[in-house]
């Protein structure tokens, strides 16, 4: 398997544009999760689904974030509009169970929002 | 709120020496326990995971330790090389089937 697979690995963009970041899930995982990592706060847990249903979105930070799963083996997340303060790596990570299995994570997308 | 916390941001170590990277965790419900490798410009690679109902096991080079008494979690890497050298992270699922809650991280510098 070749792991979970995320798209693009840097993006650099203006305020304001929209950013779509990509995720590919190991097959077989029925639990997706997207993270956002910085500095300031580490590994903080924006949405996670569970057989493509969004279960718990509060880390979402606000509206202009967005995210989808059409299907078990695609997902994304949408920040539109972007602000320079989105800047951050985002990981995107699967499992077999959203708290009794270890998550396997991607190589993450660095944002830059300028 | 409980979360997962660590004492040590830092840590260096000699080359050949054992490391002991240490947890602290508040949430008495959780009941599975991960540690991660974060190596530079990569995404948190698992390493050992442990349940409640242990208290010890062991991987290649790697013990992870859990005291259910006092809500600590460490995991120790023996003979510690330079490609040891990351941030580790220590993960709870905070109580039952619910998402892993991770730490700050602590880094390590392995010294040749």
């Known amino acids: 398997d070749a792991g979970v697979i995320q798209s693009p690995r840097h993006e650099v963009t203006e305020m304001g544009q929209e950013v779509t970041l990509r995720c590919k899930p190991i097959?077989?995982?029925?639990?997706l999760f997207w993270y956002r990592q910085t500095m300031m706060r580490g590994l903080e847990l924006l949405i996670y689904?569970?057989?493509?249903?969004?279960?718990?979105d509060s880390g979402m930070p606000e509206d202009r974030f967005s995210a989808k799963m059409p299907n078990a083996s695609f997902s994304t997340l949408k920040i539109q509009p972007s602000e320079p303060r989105d800047s951050a790596v985002y990981f995107c990570a699967s499992s077999s169970s959203p708290g009794q299995e270890g998550y396997t994570f991607g190589s993450g997308t660095r944002l830059t929002v300028v | 709120g409980e979360s997962v916390g660590l004492h040590l941001p830092t840590l260096s170590v000699q080359e050949g020496d054992n490391s002991i990277i240490n947890c602290a965790y508040s949430n008495s419900a959780s009941d599975y326990f991960i540690w991660y490798k974060q190596e530079s410009g990569k995404g948190p690679q698992f390493i050992i995971d442990i349940r409640s109902n242990m208290d010890k096991r062991q991987g290649q080079r790697v013990t992870v330790l859990l005291n259910k008494t006092v809500k600590h979690l460490s995991l120790q890497i023996a003979a510690t090389q330079p490609g040891d050298s990351a941030v580790y992270f220590c993960?709870?699922?905070?109580?039952?089937?619910?998402?892993?809650?991770f730490g700050k991280g602590t880094r390590l510098s392995v010294i040749a």
């Open positions: 993960a709870e699922n905070g109580q039952g089937n619910t998402p892993l809650v």
């Open positions: 097959s077989g995982h029925n639990s």
């Open positions: 689904f569970n057989n493509n249903v969004p279960i718990d």
